[in-house]
């Protein structure tokens, strides 16, 4: 029987205890929604660097293994192989930085000047609703109060600027423990880069040594899975954006329409981010132009269209489809909630993950369907 042998009663009893164990962690968990949930907050500000630090060594790795696959490929010098891995670390961070500089060296002053000239529109349309009453014009005939609309107008102004500068005043009062998060983030990436290979060892030896032997080999291949889907979805990301910046600038060139490197840029940055970017880059350009010329904004509108159904249905499925194997509407659900959960991070994080696990259960459903259709041909 199996209450009769030791062992088993054993295992048993262990079982009873953890169940036991169990609910009683949830049910004071339950008891103390608030505290739980204050500590949950407390722990994840404390491992927020950490986090900050192991994307930014994920994104940095791709240009870094490109890099150091090429670097010295064919040198025999060991000191030349000693040096491979660091010189490709540091590539990779001033690639990043100078693109990141590049970046906002074109769209930041041209941002500047649009929102100075909707500004000065705002000005010059407040001092006409000011003199408005004072002349005879069609609007005069609806006895409008044109001195009301401006006063509240103002109002609304002045109480905007208050929330601005109060909001200011918060973010420069939090500054200090932001930029320290960011600087221990970079300091914890720089470490996870300089020592991947080793950390990725004693991670296995530690996962061997601990965990059950039949959980250690599939826990590895989820990693190597997850890892795989990550780095082709950034590359296809990366390629895919840089595509659509490129014909973007190039076709606006070409319509002679303004500000054409400035949002073929925003449209490329605006691409990494899958479905979503798509509007916004779309919304903000379109607003760009709108202050030069109305019509060039419509004629960029239209193209715009075009070039992001052509990207949609030609481009992205070769360059970013081909490479994650993830269906249109799972690309669509990751990022609905991923952005619900951790807004663009949770966006760009959340088609990888959706691979990757799209990629587990497919290979396990295949795995499956192996065994019942062996299970059935013995029989």
């Known amino acids: 029987m199996f209450m009769e042998d030791p062992k088993n ?9 953890i169940l036991f164990a169990l609910c009683c962690c949830i049910y004071l968990a339950l008891s103390n929604l608030s505290d739980v949930g204050g500590a949950i907050a407390f722990v994840k500000r404390l491992l927020n660097p950490l986090i900050i630090g192991f994307i930014l060594a994920v994104v940095i790795n791709v240009p870094m293994s490109f890099i150091e696959k090429h670097l010295f490929a064919k040198t025999k010098n060991k000191t030349l192989q000693r040096l491979r891995h660091p010189l490709a670390v540091i590539c990779a961070i001033v690639l990043i930085i100078v693109l990141l500089v590049g970046i906002f060296t074109l769209i930041i002053p041209e941002l500047i000047h649009v929102v100075s000239f909707v500004i000065q529109i705002a000005e010059d349309v407040i001092d006409m609703l000011a003199k408005a009453d004072q002349e005879e014009n069609f609007f005069t005939q609806f006895n409008i109060n044109w001195e009301q609309i401006k006063q509240q107008v103002m109002s609304w102004l002045k109480n905007s600027s208050g929330d601005l500068l109060s909001g200011a005043a918060n973010v420069f009062g939090s500054a200090a423990g932001g930029v320290m998060d960011v600087v221990f983030a970079v300091i914890f990436a720089l470490y996870m880069l300089a020592g991947k290979q080793r950390l990725l060892r004693q991670l296995q030896r530690l996962m061997r040594a601990w965990l059950p032997d039949k959980f250690t080999t599939p826990a590895i291949h989820v990693g190597q899975v997850f890892s795989a889907s990550f780095h082709a979805f950034i590359v296809g990301q990366v390629t895919e954006a840089a595509i659509l910046g490129s014909l973007c600038a190039l076709g606006m060139l070409v319509l002679g329409l303004p500000y054409a490197a400035m949002i073929g840029v925003l449209v490329g940055v605006c691409a990494l981010v899958p479905i979503v970017g798509g509007y ?44 994650i194997n993830l269906p249109g509407i799972w690309v669509l659900a990751a990022v609905t909630i991923g952005g619900g959960l951790a807004g663009p991070f949770g966006m ?16 396990k459903t295949a795995e499956r369907e192996r065994k019942k259709l062996q299970e059935a041909t013995q029989q």
Request: aromatic share 8%; glycine share 8%.
């Open 9 to 17: 009663r054993k295992t048993l009893g262990k079982w009873v205890l």
């Open 348 to 363: 760009l994080l959340g088609v990888p993950t959706a691979s990757a696990l799209y990629a587990l259960v497919k290979e």
């Open 280 to 323: 916004t880059s779309a919304i903000v350009g379109t607003f760009i132009i709108l202050t030069v010329d109305p019509v060039k904004a419509l004629i960029f509108l239209i193209y715009l269209i075009i070039l992001q159904q052509i990207e949609g249905n030609l481009i992205y499925p070769r360059v970013v489809g081909g490479k």
